[in-house]
């Protein structure tokens, strides 16, 4: 487990160097730079070198619902051959009493479509789990709300997204969430940026579908070809008494016949 621990004060540093000193298992990282939001210090613990082929959200709030999760999460990685997975999660209280509205499944999800049902929704579900090389290359926001939302969009532009149907992780609420009783700025600040992110998204979808088509190049723009104009139709040829002029061609046929004649 990769515990970043982004310079807290709250006593939580010395605490974690105790269990880590005592459990391996137990990898304490604490950033050089103290500028990092949860993206950041996702950034953080994906490129280290001890971080797995996969790596599995586990916010500080929340638990994963019992000890079958992870094994569940790492078979459909390797049923499904994906790039992301993402659970379902119950809603509870701190004391671990599911609250409404409950289980959170994200049924809008669809292998078929479900990469453009993300751009109509705020959030993807949990817990969610990443293939490292392909987090590694596309990197997270440094931000701490939608860092997580941002990357799903990102890579299911490319790629595949697993899905588990059942709950596998408890999300708890409390007075400290970061998405708890949000003020209305803070709510449109929130909004503001998931609004940004799918512009973003949407304009590197678009540009990657020009990419394919053909005689298109990054820039180039995507036209309608223009109906070719109907020949029109040659007026034939008239002597100057206004007959129409026999062709050299009929001509000879005509004169051929006279002589069988």
């Excluded at 999760?69 to 659970?87: D, L, N, P, S």
């Amino acid at each position: 487990m990769i515990v970043v621990d982004n310079h807290s004060t709250d006593g939580t540093t010395d605490l974690l160097r105790t269990i880590a000193a005592g459990d391996d298992r137990v990898v304490h990282v604490i950033p050089d730079r103290d500028d990092l939001g949860i993206g950041g210090c996702w950034n953080a613990a994906v490129h280290h070198s001890l971080c797995g082929r996969y790596a599995i959200q586990l916010d500080s709030d929340d638990l994963y619902k019992d000890d079958t999760t992870i094994r569940k999460i790492v078979e459909v990685f390797r049923k499904e051959r994906c790039a992301m997975v993402v659970g379902t999660y119950q809603m509870t209280n701190f004391a671990l009493e599911p609250i409404p509205p409950g289980v959170i499944e994200h049924r809008e999800w669809t292998p078929e479509n479900g990469r453009n049902n993300a751009l109509r929704i705020n959030g993807l579900g949990a817990p969610r789990a990443f293939y490292t090389p392909v987090v590694r290359h596309i990197k997270i926001p440094n931000v701490s709300y939608g860092e997580d939302y941002a990357l799903g969009l990102a890579i299911s532009r490319q790629y595949q997204i697993g899905r588990i149907y059942e709950p596998i992780y408890l999300c708890r609420r409390w007075e400290g969430n970061s998405d708890a009783d949000l003020d209305i700025g803070k709510l449109n600040a929130f909004n503001f940026y998931k609004d940004k992110v799918r512009t973003f998204e949407l304009q590197a979808r678009i540009g990657r579908i020009a990419k394919t088509l053909p005689g298109a190049s990054a820039g180039t723009k995507i036209t309608r070809k223009a109906k070719p104009k109907a020949t029109p139709r040659a007026t034939p040829k008239t002597t100057p008494k206004g007959r129409p002029t026999t062709p050299p061609r009929a001509q000879k046929k005509r004169a051929a016949a006279r002589k069988r004649r």
